[in-house]
């Protein structure tokens, strides 16, 4: 017998808004932000602890969510969480994409793949291991520096990505000014990485 695939309607929404991305590969451009309820990662130094219960955020329809992109002159959406990858993404993307949108996800890999992506940010975390098949799609790969050992912890990570994925270190918010020296030498010796600040914090914005 097939299976049927019933594609999310709805999915819950701790917050969305109009902003610049203040990471990564795409830092410094407009973006509209939806921030998905619902992780099982459970970083200790997780900075949306209140994004963890899917429950407890209001299910939005995936239209009512582009018409809210669509207000806006943004063209680019990132989908973040919590790990939206515990959701089926595929309508969310479908319904984006064809309002002529960009999807991007920034995601920890921990869950399967779904959605049609125009960019993929895997930030793995130590708590739950990103899966093969999100390192392999990865477009970018955003490794935390939290203390010195996640240096090599990035370097097995970027062994498993594709040759053409960005790499970058970010420091640990609340450990930047003990990280950012060592990160910056980490690059000088291995120019293959590139610095990603959260500069959306830096500057106060959302
Ligand atoms: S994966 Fe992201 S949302 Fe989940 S616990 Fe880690 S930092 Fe927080």
């Not at 451009?29 to 949306?48: H, K, N, P, Q, T």
């Not at 995601?107 to 959605?115: A, D, F, K, V």
């Not at 939290?146 to 970027?158: G, I, L, P, T």
């Not at 270190?169 to 990485?193: G, N």
Request: hydrophobic share 40%; charged share 20%.
């Amino acid at each position: 017998m097939d299976t049927v695939t019933i594609q999310t309607a709805t999915l819950p929404v701790m917050e969305h808004f109009y902003t610049i991305q203040g990471e990564g590969f795409h830092q410094g451009r407009a973006a509209y932000f939806i921030r998905l309820g619902g992780c099982d990662v459970g970083c200790v130094w997780c900075d949306v602890k209140e994004s963890w219960d899917a429950a407890a955020h209001p299910q939005q329809d995936i239209n009512d969510l582009k018409d809210f992109v669509k207000a806006t002159p943004g063209e680019l959406v990132v989908v973040t969480g919590g790990e939206p990858l515990l959701h089926n993404l595929d309508a969310l993307t479908a319904t984006l994409r064809t309002a002529g949108l960009k999807t991007n996800i920034e995601t920890s890999g921990s869950s399967p793949l779904s959605g049609s992506w125009d960019w993929i940010c895997l930030s793995p975390k130590k708590f739950k291991a990103p899966l093969p098949e999100v390192l392999t799609a990865a477009h970018e790969l955003k490794v935390v520096v939290f203390n010195k050992s996640d240096f090599q912890w990035a370097e097995q990570h970027a062994a498993q990505v594709g040759a053409h994925c960005k790499l970058y270190l970010q420091p640990e918010w609340s450990k930047a000014a003990a990280m950012i020296p060592l990160i910056v030498e980490y690059i000088k010796d291995h120019p293959q990485w590139e610095l990603s600040l959260q500069l959306h914090k830096y500057i106060n914005v959302p």
